[in-house]
């Protein structure tokens, strides 16, 4: 499949459960984070996203939780279910002026979910 | 309607070719990206245009020329093409916020 050889960290979950899907991020002036997820052939897909005077933020399913101190963030998924599965990507901005916005992306964790 | 459109879905073409890439976006937002993802699925931004104006250029060869004729539309042409510019290319627009992809072109250079 399309994973093969890709090396991301990968998550493997029973339909169901909760999945949390972590990341580190690199820069401590970094005020704006994104998680998206991305299908196999298709673009990234905004899901859920958190400015830095937040420390948590909950969407459909979805809850990002942002710890500054150590600058983690994670994404979690709760009754995961098949069409979940997907490559998660999180993404750190750092405001250059006016509407600049410059992502960083990180590597990818790739998420199955076992039915 | 799809917020942001890219055309074509897939490219394969030789090396030495001169090839475009073209993008839309109907949610009326200022800035327009180009992105590249590699084999091993990392996303890296390359351009950025704000209300038709560059404004993020990440170090890519100067064989990489976006243009932008108004600000729904960037397009990316790519001169003297090499095999190590086999990726797919992602446009992607924002309004202060979030980023919006398109579907991707899958380039594939011989």
């Known amino acids: 499949g399309e994973s093969v050889g890709l090396h991301l960290p990968t998550l493997s979950v029973q339909e169901g459960d909760n999945s949390i899907i972590n990341c580190a991020y690199s820069?401590?002036?970094?005020?704006?984070f994104i998680w998206y997820k991305q299908e196999s052939g298709k673009g990234p897909q905004f899901i859920i996203d958190?400015?830095?005077?937040?420390d948590k933020r909950q969407g459909q399913r979805v809850t990002v939780l942002l710890n500054k101190t150590v600058k983690h963030l994670s994404l979690q998924i709760a009754a995961t279910q098949p069409g979940d599965s997907a490559v998660y990507f999180c993404?750190?901005?750092?405001?250059?002026?006016?509407?600049?916005?410059?992502?960083?992306f990180g590597k990818g964790t790739l998420l199955t979910v076992n039915p | 309607d799809t917020a942001v459109s890219q055309t074509p879905k897939y490219l394969v073409t030789q090396m030495g070719n001169d090839k475009s890439i073209k993008c839309e976006q109907n949610?009326?937002?200022?800035?327009m990206y180009w992105y590249k993802q590699d084999s091993k699925k990392f996303l890296k931004i390359m351009f950025s245009?704000?209300?038709?104006?560059?404004?993020i250029n990440e170090t890519v060869p100067n064989r990489f020329s976006p243009k932008s004729p108004d600000k729904a539309h960037l397009n990316l042409h790519i001169n003297s093409l090499e095999l190590g510019d086999s990726a797919v290319y992602f446009c992607?627009?924002?309004?202060?916020?979030?980023?919006?992809f398109g579907p991707g072109t899958r380039l594939t250079v011989t």
């Open positions: 958190i400015r830095s005077n937040m």
């Open positions: 949610l009326g937002h200022d800035t």
């Open positions: 993404a750190e901005n750092i405001v250059s002026g006016g509407s600049n916005y410059k992502l960083t």
């Open positions: 820069n401590s002036a970094s005020d704006y």
């Open positions: 992607a627009s924002s309004q202060a916020g979030a980023q919006y």
């Open positions: 245009y704000n209300n038709k104006e560059l404004i």
